[in-house]
């Protein structure tokens, strides 16, 4: 069986200024979802998974609405089961709504519960603040399967790492023991895909932030006939950060089409520094630059960016 995994959508994310009323962002949210569906139903995906924070916010616009339910139909009616968690940007539940009503294959899962999925089980949970309890809980209801089964979640396991300068979350959940015919857990929350012995993080499907300009997005893919799950990259939208010196920010000028930071380095600005740079910079609606206060000084953090591992998980 084959299985599409994805993670932190945040569809209705905004970024930047809007360009004749829309935002970048906010399409390449869904375009970057359409490519990991795509490519479910070129491979012949038994089920898409998504591991919470669907919206960017807990309340989205009826339009951003309208196109996620919109893509999840897609999905539905090509046949393939599509199983939902909520995250802490969906504040950890989802209300019931038609779609539970019109397809029987589309699944959220607001408390521990097990979907089965022909010989595959997934048991899944939504993002809480008392997480080693629920997955306690979540490892207990996997026990009881008899077949291979998935935990799915949305939180942060100790170890994951982030952004170009490498930050390593110390807290969180410790990496517990499955039960062996539970071969892994598939996480959002964290937005770089990365593999944590057998915690495996989708990563965002697009970027929401700069520091997410050294990795590649995509998804998950996983085959339980070849015991494997792999990367799979998907088109982003342009993203880079420059970093120059005081003088040269003067005379920027970006790349229209790409979401740009612009990072002063090694001079602390003054208040009339902070005034020219705005003066020149707030033509353009996709750049962003920093710093934004005076008496600090920056130094270079995207020069010797973190290497990117994607996953290529094998079974035996």
């Known amino acids: 069986m084959k299985f599409v995994a994805v993670g932190d959508t945040h569809f209705g994310h905004r970024l930047g200024r809007p360009i004749d009323g829309r935002y970048p962002s906010e399409e390449a949210k869904f375009l970057a ?158 937005h770089r895909s990365q593999q944590l012995h057998h915690v495996l993080y989708t990563g965002s499907i697009e970027r929401t932030g700069f520091p997410e300009t050294i990795e590649p997005k995509g998804c998950l893919v996983i085959d339980t006939d070849r015991g494997s799950v792999k990367f799979k990259e998907v088109p982003t939208y342009p993203m880079k950060v420059v970093e120059t010196d005081f003088e040269s920010a003067l005379s920027f000028e970006p790349d229209f089409g790409t979401y740009t930071l612009l990072r002063i380095v090694g001079k602390s600005l003054s208040d009339q520094d902070l005034t020219l740079l705005h003066h020149h910079l707030r033509q353009f609606p996709l750049l962003m630059y920093s710093p934004k206060t005076t008496g600090l000084p920056l130094e270079p953090l995207y020069a010797n960016p973190p290497p990117f591992h994607p996953i290529m998980w094998e079974a035996y």
């Open 33 to 190: 979802f359409q490519h990991a569906i795509s490519h479910a139903e070129k491979i012949g995906a038994d089920a898409v998974l998504h591991c919470g924070d669907v919206f960017d916010t807990p309340n989205p616009s009826p339009p951003i609405k309208k196109k996620a339910i919109s893509l999840f139909e897609r999905i539905l009616e090509r046949g393939m089961d599509l199983i939902v968690i909520p995250g802490n940007h969906d504040r950890s539940f989802y209300e019931n709504n038609l779609l539970q009503f019109y397809y029987p294959n589309f699944h959220i899962l607001n408390a521990v519960g097990r979907i089965d999925v022909g010989d595959v089980a997934i048991v899944g949970f939504p993002y809480t603040k008392q997480p080693e309890t629920t997955l306690a809980r979540a490892i207990r209801v996997a026990e009881e399967s008899r077949k291979t089964t998935f935990i799915i979640c949305h939180q942060i396991f100790r170890g994951a790492t982030v952004g170009p300068q490498r930050f390593v979350f110390k807290d969180g959940l410790p990496l517990p023991k499955l039960p062996p015919h539970v071969p892994f857990i598939i996480s959002g929350h964290i």
